[in-house]
Protein backbone atom coordinates (compact mmCIF):
# COMPACT_ATOMS: atom_id res chain seq x y z
CA UNK A 1 0.00 0.00 0.00
CA UNK A 2 1.48 3.61 -1.05
CA UNK A 3 1.65 6.28 1.17
CA UNK A 4 -1.06 8.98 1.36
CA UNK A 5 -0.58 12.22 -0.15
CA UNK A 6 -2.82 14.73 -0.67
CA UNK A 7 -4.90 14.16 -4.05
CA UNK A 8 -5.33 16.82 -7.02
CA UNK A 9 -9.00 15.74 -7.07
CA UNK A 10 -9.23 16.91 -3.76
CA UNK A 11 -7.03 19.57 -4.52
CA UNK A 12 -9.21 20.92 -6.81
CA UNK A 13 -12.52 20.24 -5.26
CA UNK A 14 -11.53 22.62 -2.51
CA UNK A 15 -10.45 25.27 -4.86
CA UNK A 16 -13.36 24.95 -6.93
CA UNK A 17 -15.33 25.71 -3.77
CA UNK A 18 -13.62 28.76 -2.69
CA UNK A 19 -12.32 30.58 -6.66
CA UNK A 20 -15.63 32.51 -7.10
CA UNK A 21 -14.85 34.48 -3.71
CA UNK A 22 -11.04 34.83 -4.54
CA UNK A 23 -11.54 36.02 -8.37
CA UNK A 24 -14.17 38.58 -6.20
CA UNK A 25 -11.44 39.76 -3.67
CA UNK A 26 -8.56 39.71 -6.15
CA UNK A 27 -10.69 41.87 -8.86
CA UNK A 28 -11.14 44.23 -5.83
CA UNK A 29 -8.13 44.03 -4.59
CA UNK A 30 -6.42 44.62 -7.99
CA UNK A 31 -8.86 47.85 -8.92
CA UNK A 32 -7.91 49.54 -5.20
CA UNK A 33 -4.23 48.56 -5.89
CA UNK A 34 -4.56 50.04 -9.50
CA UNK A 35 -5.67 53.38 -8.51
CA UNK A 36 -2.07 53.73 -6.66
CA UNK A 37 -0.70 52.80 -9.68
CA UNK A 38 -0.02 49.10 -8.74
CA UNK A 39 0.07 46.23 -11.35
CA UNK A 40 -1.73 43.38 -9.06
CA UNK A 41 -1.09 40.35 -11.47
CA UNK A 42 2.90 42.01 -11.48
CA UNK A 43 2.63 41.71 -8.17
CA UNK A 44 1.05 38.23 -7.98
CA UNK A 45 4.10 37.12 -10.51
CA UNK A 46 6.62 38.60 -8.05
CA UNK A 47 4.81 36.42 -5.01
CA UNK A 48 4.75 32.91 -7.12
CA UNK A 49 8.73 33.70 -7.52
CA UNK A 50 8.97 33.94 -3.58
CA UNK A 51 10.47 30.96 -2.11
CA UNK A 52 11.62 30.03 1.52
CA UNK A 53 13.47 26.55 2.88
CA UNK A 54 11.75 24.28 5.52
CA UNK A 55 14.05 23.20 8.27
CA UNK A 56 13.85 19.73 8.54
CA UNK A 57 14.01 19.52 12.35
CA UNK A 58 10.79 21.70 11.88
CA UNK A 59 8.19 19.39 10.60
CA UNK A 60 8.20 16.80 13.54
CA UNK A 61 6.97 18.65 17.04
CA UNK A 62 9.51 20.06 19.26
CA UNK A 63 9.68 21.08 22.59
CA UNK A 64 11.57 22.64 25.53
CA UNK A 65 14.17 21.54 28.12
CA UNK A 66 10.42 20.46 29.68
CA UNK A 67 9.41 18.38 27.96
CA UNK A 68 8.01 17.32 24.08
CA UNK A 69 4.70 16.58 23.63
CA UNK A 70 4.82 14.12 20.27
CA UNK A 71 2.12 14.55 17.92
CA UNK A 72 0.24 11.66 15.72
CA UNK A 73 2.01 10.93 12.74
CA UNK A 74 5.64 11.86 13.26
CA UNK A 75 8.32 11.59 10.76
CA UNK A 76 10.71 8.80 11.88
CA UNK A 77 13.17 9.34 9.55
CA UNK A 78 14.39 11.66 6.82
CA UNK A 79 12.43 10.55 4.35
CA UNK A 80 8.95 11.02 6.39
CA UNK A 81 10.26 14.29 6.75
CA UNK A 82 10.69 15.42 2.86
CA UNK A 83 7.27 13.65 2.77
CA UNK A 84 5.72 16.08 4.65
CA UNK A 85 7.98 19.20 3.08
CA UNK A 86 6.35 18.03 -0.24
CA UNK A 87 2.75 18.00 1.26
CA UNK A 88 3.36 21.79 2.49
CA UNK A 89 5.02 22.75 -0.92
CA UNK A 90 1.83 20.93 -2.69
CA UNK A 91 -0.21 23.10 -0.70
CA UNK A 92 1.31 26.61 -0.92
CA UNK A 93 4.02 26.38 -3.30
CA UNK A 94 6.08 28.71 -1.61
CA UNK A 95 9.00 26.23 0.11
CA UNK A 96 10.75 24.21 -2.74
CA UNK A 97 13.76 24.16 -0.66
CA UNK A 98 14.78 22.12 2.43
CA UNK A 99 17.69 22.49 5.03
CA UNK A 100 19.02 19.53 6.51
CA UNK A 101 20.54 19.03 10.03
CA UNK A 102 23.73 16.68 10.70
CA UNK A 103 23.93 14.63 12.13
CA UNK A 104 19.98 14.43 12.66
CA UNK A 105 19.41 14.21 8.97
CA UNK A 106 22.55 11.56 8.82
CA UNK A 107 21.20 8.49 5.93
CA UNK A 108 23.46 6.11 4.23
CA UNK A 109 22.62 7.20 0.38
CA UNK A 110 22.86 10.79 -0.40
CA UNK A 111 22.38 10.45 -3.88
CA UNK A 112 19.35 8.10 -3.69
CA UNK A 113 18.11 11.06 -0.77
CA UNK A 114 18.94 13.38 -3.53
CA UNK A 115 16.58 11.60 -6.16
CA UNK A 116 13.92 11.32 -3.40
CA UNK A 117 13.46 14.70 -2.35
CA UNK A 118 13.69 15.88 -6.56
CA UNK A 119 10.67 13.61 -7.41
CA UNK A 120 8.98 16.13 -4.67
CA UNK A 121 9.95 18.83 -6.52
CA UNK A 122 12.31 19.68 -4.13
CA UNK A 123 15.79 20.85 -3.51
CA UNK A 124 18.59 21.41 -0.74
CA UNK A 125 19.37 24.60 0.53
CA UNK A 126 22.13 25.18 3.20
CA UNK A 127 23.14 22.07 5.24
CA UNK A 128 23.73 22.96 9.25
CA UNK A 129 26.28 21.36 10.87
CA UNK A 130 25.76 20.22 14.65
CA UNK A 131 28.74 20.88 17.36
CA UNK A 132 26.26 21.78 20.17
CA UNK A 133 25.14 18.36 21.22
CA UNK A 134 27.58 15.04 21.85
CA UNK A 135 26.79 12.21 19.68
CA UNK A 136 26.51 8.63 20.54
CA UNK A 137 30.64 7.25 20.50
CA UNK A 138 32.03 10.70 20.13
CA UNK A 139 35.48 10.81 21.49
CA UNK A 140 35.70 14.38 22.47
CA UNK A 141 32.51 16.10 24.35
CA UNK A 142 31.46 19.40 23.19
CA UNK A 143 30.48 20.48 27.17
CA UNK A 144 32.73 23.47 27.17
CA UNK A 145 32.58 24.25 23.35
CA UNK A 146 33.38 23.18 20.27
CA UNK A 147 35.32 25.51 17.05
CA UNK A 148 36.72 28.08 20.03
CA UNK A 149 37.39 25.04 22.68
CA UNK A 150 40.53 24.86 24.58
CA UNK A 151 41.55 21.94 23.56
CA UNK A 152 42.97 21.40 19.77
CA UNK A 153 41.70 17.77 19.61
CA UNK A 154 38.09 18.97 19.92
CA UNK A 155 38.43 21.55 17.84
CA UNK A 156 39.77 19.39 15.47
CA UNK A 157 37.27 16.81 15.80
CA UNK A 158 34.62 20.15 15.38
CA UNK A 159 36.06 20.93 12.13
CA UNK A 160 36.06 17.88 10.59
CA UNK A 161 32.76 17.64 11.22
CA UNK A 162 31.63 21.06 9.00
CA UNK A 163 34.10 19.51 6.87
CA UNK A 164 31.74 16.45 6.99
CA UNK A 165 28.74 18.29 6.55
CA UNK A 166 30.18 20.29 3.54
CA UNK A 167 30.77 16.77 1.91
CA UNK A 168 27.52 15.84 2.47
CA UNK A 169 26.03 19.11 0.95
CA UNK A 170 27.86 18.76 -2.25
CA UNK A 171 26.04 15.04 -2.47
CA UNK A 172 22.84 16.98 -1.83
CA UNK A 173 23.71 20.20 -4.38
CA UNK A 174 23.72 22.47 -1.43
CA UNK A 175 25.73 25.67 -2.11
CA UNK A 176 25.78 26.94 1.65
CA UNK A 177 26.81 25.31 5.10
CA UNK A 178 25.27 26.96 8.22
CA UNK A 179 27.42 27.12 11.52
CA UNK A 180 26.00 27.88 14.53
CA UNK A 181 27.84 27.20 17.57
CA UNK A 182 26.16 27.02 21.36
CA UNK A 183 30.28 27.93 22.26
CA UNK A 184 30.09 30.33 25.30
CA UNK A 185 30.73 30.30 29.23
CA UNK A 186 28.03 30.63 32.55
CA UNK A 187 30.49 32.49 34.53
CA UNK A 188 32.38 35.53 34.20
CA UNK A 189 36.26 33.99 34.60
CA UNK A 190 35.31 30.85 32.88
CA UNK A 191 36.48 31.75 29.27
CA UNK A 192 39.12 34.15 28.28
CA UNK A 193 36.93 35.76 25.55
CA UNK A 194 39.34 37.30 23.42
CA UNK A 195 41.48 33.77 23.02
CA UNK A 196 37.66 32.02 22.51
CA UNK A 197 37.54 33.73 19.53
CA UNK A 198 40.74 33.36 18.12
CA UNK A 199 40.53 29.46 18.31
CA UNK A 200 37.15 30.04 16.54
CA UNK A 201 38.79 31.86 13.76
CA UNK A 202 41.63 29.79 13.61
CA UNK A 203 38.62 26.69 13.12
CA UNK A 204 36.13 28.47 10.76
CA UNK A 205 39.46 29.43 8.15
CA UNK A 206 40.09 25.83 8.25
CA UNK A 207 36.49 25.31 7.27
CA UNK A 208 36.46 28.28 4.88
CA UNK A 209 39.26 26.07 2.95
CA UNK A 210 37.13 23.43 2.36
CA UNK A 211 34.54 25.22 1.31
CA UNK A 212 34.09 24.28 -2.73
CA UNK A 213 34.35 27.36 -4.77
CA UNK A 214 30.76 28.34 -5.71
CA UNK A 215 29.58 27.63 -1.89
CA UNK A 216 29.23 30.53 1.53
CA UNK A 217 29.34 29.82 4.68
CA UNK A 218 26.78 31.60 7.11
CA UNK A 219 28.34 32.45 10.27
CA UNK A 220 24.65 33.03 12.86
CA UNK A 221 25.24 34.69 15.98
CA UNK A 222 23.04 34.50 19.09
CA UNK A 223 23.25 36.83 21.70
CA UNK A 224 22.54 33.96 24.72
CA UNK A 225 21.68 29.86 25.40
CA UNK A 226 22.48 27.53 26.36
CA UNK A 227 25.04 30.04 27.33
CA UNK A 228 24.50 32.46 29.67
CA UNK A 229 27.45 34.50 30.61
CA UNK A 230 29.14 34.57 27.26
CA UNK A 231 28.50 33.83 23.94
CA UNK A 232 31.63 33.35 21.71
CA UNK A 233 29.27 34.84 18.22
CA UNK A 234 26.87 36.27 20.18
CA UNK A 235 25.93 39.51 17.95
CA UNK A 236 25.94 40.45 14.66
CA UNK A 237 29.21 42.66 14.87
CA UNK A 238 31.08 40.11 15.97
CA UNK A 239 30.07 37.88 13.32
CA UNK A 240 30.37 40.37 10.78
CA UNK A 241 34.06 41.06 11.97
CA UNK A 242 34.24 37.44 11.79
CA UNK A 243 32.97 37.15 8.34
CA UNK A 244 35.16 40.29 6.91
CA UNK A 245 38.04 38.21 8.64
CA UNK A 246 37.77 35.20 6.74
CA UNK A 247 36.55 36.07 3.37
CA UNK A 248 34.72 36.79 0.68
CA UNK A 249 32.29 33.33 0.89
CA UNK A 250 31.56 33.81 4.63
CA UNK A 251 28.42 36.04 5.43
CA UNK A 252 26.06 36.36 8.04
CA UNK A 253 22.84 34.51 8.79
CA UNK A 254 20.25 36.56 11.01
CA UNK A 255 17.82 34.35 12.82
CA UNK A 256 15.67 36.59 14.08
CA UNK A 257 14.83 35.32 17.51
CA UNK A 258 18.84 35.77 18.68
CA UNK A 259 18.79 39.15 19.61
CA UNK A 260 17.86 41.07 22.77
CA UNK A 261 14.11 42.24 23.00
CA UNK A 262 13.59 45.12 21.28
CA UNK A 263 16.77 45.28 19.35
CA UNK A 264 16.21 46.99 15.64
CA UNK A 265 16.62 44.04 13.69
CA UNK A 266 15.78 45.70 10.54
CA UNK A 267 18.43 48.09 10.78
CA UNK A 268 20.65 44.95 11.00
CA UNK A 269 20.04 43.52 8.16
CA UNK A 270 20.11 47.10 6.83
CA UNK A 271 23.53 47.43 8.02
CA UNK A 272 24.69 43.92 6.81
CA UNK A 273 23.20 44.26 3.19
CA UNK A 274 25.23 47.59 3.21
CA UNK A 275 28.69 45.77 3.73
CA UNK A 276 27.87 43.06 1.21
CA UNK A 277 27.78 40.53 4.17
CA UNK A 278 24.14 39.14 4.43
CA UNK A 279 23.93 35.85 3.61
CA UNK A 280 20.62 35.17 4.62
CA UNK A 281 17.76 34.48 7.63
CA UNK A 282 16.03 32.19 9.91
CA UNK A 283 12.69 33.01 10.28
CA UNK A 284 10.70 32.84 13.30
CA UNK A 285 9.00 35.02 16.16
CA UNK A 286 9.79 35.53 19.56
CA UNK A 287 8.24 37.48 23.07
CA UNK A 288 10.96 37.14 25.19
CA UNK A 289 14.14 34.63 23.82
CA UNK A 290 14.82 32.54 21.74
CA UNK A 291 11.35 31.30 21.45
CA UNK A 292 10.92 30.05 17.96
CA UNK A 293 7.61 30.92 17.31
CA UNK A 294 5.92 30.88 14.22
CA UNK A 295 7.16 33.59 11.52
CA UNK A 296 4.95 36.43 12.07
CA UNK A 297 2.61 35.48 15.20
CA UNK A 298 4.29 38.02 17.35
CA UNK A 299 5.39 40.63 15.21
CA UNK A 300 4.30 41.05 11.68
CA UNK A 301 5.20 44.59 11.63
CA UNK A 302 8.51 43.94 12.39
CA UNK A 303 8.50 41.02 9.80
CA UNK A 304 7.25 43.50 7.26
CA UNK A 305 10.08 45.83 8.13
CA UNK A 306 12.97 43.56 7.54
CA UNK A 307 11.46 42.67 4.23
CA UNK A 308 11.15 46.80 3.80
CA UNK A 309 14.83 47.03 3.59
CA UNK A 310 15.05 43.98 1.85
CA UNK A 311 13.14 45.63 -1.18
CA UNK A 312 14.47 48.63 -0.55
CA UNK A 313 17.98 46.98 -1.38
CA UNK A 314 16.68 45.37 -4.07
CA UNK A 315 15.55 48.58 -5.92
CA UNK A 316 19.09 49.82 -5.41
CA UNK A 317 19.76 47.09 -7.46
CA UNK A 318 22.69 46.02 -4.77
CA UNK A 319 25.86 44.06 -6.29
CA UNK A 320 25.25 39.66 -5.69
CA UNK A 321 22.48 40.18 -3.11
CA UNK A 322 21.23 37.08 -2.45
CA UNK A 323 19.92 36.07 0.88
CA UNK A 324 18.78 32.93 1.54
CA UNK A 325 15.75 32.27 3.00
CA UNK A 326 14.97 29.51 5.59
CA UNK A 327 12.48 29.00 8.25
CA UNK A 328 13.79 27.98 11.99
CA UNK A 329 11.27 27.69 14.28
CA UNK A 330 10.06 24.52 17.12
CA UNK A 331 6.46 23.74 17.15
CA UNK A 332 5.47 22.70 20.65
CA UNK A 333 2.18 22.78 20.48
CA UNK A 334 0.61 22.68 16.75
CA UNK A 335 0.22 20.49 13.95
CA UNK A 336 4.36 20.95 12.46
CA UNK A 337 2.51 21.02 8.72
CA UNK A 338 0.44 23.55 9.57
CA UNK A 339 2.41 26.33 10.93
CA UNK A 340 4.75 25.94 8.79
CA UNK A 341 2.62 26.43 5.62
CA UNK A 342 0.99 29.81 7.41
CA UNK A 343 4.85 30.82 8.10
CA UNK A 344 5.50 30.55 4.79
CA UNK A 345 2.17 32.71 3.42
CA UNK A 346 3.33 35.23 6.80
CA UNK A 347 6.84 35.58 4.46
CA UNK A 348 4.87 35.57 1.41
CA UNK A 349 3.00 38.35 3.08
CA UNK A 350 5.84 40.72 4.36
CA UNK A 351 7.44 40.46 1.24
CA UNK A 352 4.06 41.27 -1.20
CA UNK A 353 3.38 44.24 1.67
CA UNK A 354 6.85 45.32 1.06
CA UNK A 355 6.78 45.32 -2.66
CA UNK A 356 3.36 48.10 -2.76
CA UNK A 357 5.40 50.35 -0.17
CA UNK A 358 5.64 53.53 -2.57
CA UNK A 359 9.18 54.32 -2.75
CA UNK A 360 9.51 57.77 -4.35
CA UNK A 361 6.28 58.93 -2.12
CA UNK A 362 8.67 57.70 0.68
CA UNK A 363 11.64 59.18 -0.13
CA UNK A 364 10.00 62.65 -1.12
CA UNK A 365 8.64 62.09 2.78
CA UNK A 366 12.51 61.59 4.33
CA UNK A 367 13.63 64.21 2.21
CA UNK A 368 11.33 66.59 3.54
CA UNK A 369 11.48 65.49 7.46
CA UNK A 370 7.78 64.66 7.05
CA UNK A 371 8.12 61.89 9.55
CA UNK A 372 4.58 60.98 9.77
CA UNK A 373 4.39 61.37 6.01
CA UNK A 374 7.25 58.65 5.92
CA UNK A 375 5.85 56.71 8.57
CA UNK A 376 2.60 56.65 7.04
CA UNK A 377 3.84 55.10 3.23
CA UNK A 378 4.96 52.04 5.34
CA UNK A 379 1.90 51.76 7.26
CA UNK A 380 -0.36 52.00 3.96
CA UNK A 381 1.61 48.97 2.37
CA UNK A 382 1.38 47.21 5.80
CA UNK A 383 -2.08 47.47 6.45
CA UNK A 384 -3.17 46.56 2.74
CA UNK A 385 -4.84 42.74 3.08
CA UNK A 386 -2.63 41.22 0.42
CA UNK A 387 -4.34 37.94 0.91
CA UNK A 388 -6.56 37.70 -2.26
CA UNK A 389 -3.00 38.11 -4.18
CA UNK A 390 -1.47 35.18 -2.10
CA UNK A 391 -4.41 32.90 -2.65
CA UNK A 392 -3.93 33.91 -6.38
CA UNK A 393 -0.48 32.81 -6.29
CA UNK A 394 -0.65 29.93 -4.89
CA UNK A 395 -3.18 28.61 -6.96
CA UNK A 396 -1.96 29.93 -10.46
CA UNK A 397 0.80 28.19 -9.07
CA UNK A 398 -1.23 24.85 -8.89
CA UNK A 399 -1.67 24.76 -5.05
CA UNK A 400 -4.32 25.50 -2.42
CA UNK A 401 -6.67 28.98 -1.97
CA UNK A 402 -6.98 27.70 1.13
CA UNK A 403 -4.41 25.00 2.18
CA UNK A 404 -5.00 25.02 6.32
CA UNK A 405 -8.64 23.88 5.53
CA UNK A 406 -7.53 21.90 2.51
CA UNK A 407 -4.78 20.14 4.72
CA UNK A 408 -7.46 19.26 7.06
CA UNK A 409 -10.17 18.01 5.11
CA UNK A 410 -7.50 15.55 3.79
CA UNK A 411 -7.35 13.69 6.68
CA UNK A 412 -3.62 13.40 5.89
CA UNK A 413 -2.28 13.55 9.69
CA UNK A 414 -4.68 10.73 10.62
CA UNK A 415 -3.40 8.90 7.58
CA UNK A 416 -0.37 9.35 8.96
CA UNK A 417 -0.66 8.49 12.19
CA UNK A 418 -2.03 5.24 10.46
CA UNK A 419 1.23 4.39 8.56
CA UNK A 420 3.59 5.75 11.05
CA UNK A 421 3.76 3.69 14.26
CA UNK A 422 5.58 5.50 16.77
CA UNK A 423 9.50 4.84 17.03
CA UNK A 424 10.39 5.17 20.48
CA UNK A 425 13.21 6.93 21.42
CA UNK A 426 13.22 9.16 18.41
CA UNK A 427 12.74 12.47 18.10
CA UNK A 428 11.98 14.55 14.77
CA UNK A 429 11.73 17.88 16.14
CA UNK A 430 14.11 19.61 18.45
CA UNK A 431 15.19 17.85 21.74
C1 LIG B 1 20.19 27.77 17.43
C2 LIG B 1 19.50 27.53 16.11
C3 LIG B 1 20.42 27.09 15.00
C4 LIG B 1 20.10 25.64 14.76
C5 LIG B 1 19.26 25.28 15.86
C6 LIG B 1 18.29 24.19 15.58
O1 LIG B 1 19.30 28.32 18.35
O2 LIG B 1 18.78 28.66 15.76
O3 LIG B 1 20.11 27.68 13.80
O4 LIG B 1 21.13 24.89 14.44
O5 LIG B 1 18.61 26.46 16.28
MN1 LIG C 1 18.64 29.33 13.72
Known sequence: ??????????????????????????????RALGRRGIDGDALTRRVMAFGVAIPTWGVGTGGTRFARFPGPGEPRHLFDKLEDCATIHHLVRATPTVSPHFPW????????????????GLAFDAVNSNTFQDQPNQEHSYKFGSLSHVEPAVRAQAIAHNIDCIAIGRQLGSKALTVWIADGSNFAGQSNLTLALDRYLDSMREIYAALPADWRVFL???????????????????????????????????????????????????????????????????????????????EPFRLFLVFNEL????????????????????????????????????????????????????????????????????KRAYTTDVSP?????????????????????????KHKAKERPPVAGTSAGIV
Open 311 to 378: IDVRMRGAEGFAPAYMLDQSHNVTDPIESLMQSAIELQRAHAQALIVDRSALAAAQAANDALGAHLEL
Open 389 to 413: ILAMARLRAGGAIAPIETYRASGYR
Open 1 to 30: MTDFSISEDLLQAENAARKAALDEDYAALG
Open 220 to 298: EHKLYEPAFYSTVISDWGTSFAAAQELGPKAQCLVDLGHHAPNVNIEQIVARLVRFGKLGGFHFNDSKYGDDDLDTGSV
Open 105 to 120: DATSDYAALREVAASY
